[in-house]
Nanobody, 110 residues
Framework: VQLQASGGGLVQPGGSLRLSCVASGSLLSVDHWFWYRQAPGKERELVARITSRGIITYADSVKGRFTISRDDAKNAVYLQMNSLRPDDTAVYYC?????WGQGTQVTVSS
């Protein structure tokens, strides 16, 4: 199983980015998807989760600004990030069934 994340970049505060993560290999449709992030000098933290039934949870710090979604036909998960702030700067990782993507850098700076 391989996960390929993309969509990161440099954005000004208040801007938006959409992260994508596509899985290849043998996966179960019941698997949950996760987005994590890790800022420099900090531990990796859970940002959002979406279950196979579409139940969604978010970290308090991103509620109302980020939206996670999944497309099982494409074996993909997305993270729409709006109203980005400098403290959202981190490497963002997708995770499914214990497998990790390679990470995509998000930098929020003016």
């Amino acid at each position: 199983v391989q996960l390929q994340a993309s969509g990161g970049g440099l954005v000004q505060p208040g801007g938006s980015l959409r992260l994508s993560c596509v899985a290849s290999g043998s996966l179960l449709s019941v698997d949950h998807w996760f987005w994590y992030r890790q800022a420099p000098g900090k531990e990796r933290e859970l940002v959002a989760r979406i279950t196979s039934r579409g139940i969604i949870t978010y970290a308090d710090s991103v509620k109302g600004r980020f939206t996670i979604s999944r497309d099982d036909a494409k074996n993909a998960v997305y993270l729409q990030m709006n109203s980005l702030r400098p403290d959202d700067t981190a490497v963002y990782y997708c995770n499914r069934a214990g497998f990790w993507g390679q990470g995509t850098q998000v930098t929020v700076s003016s």
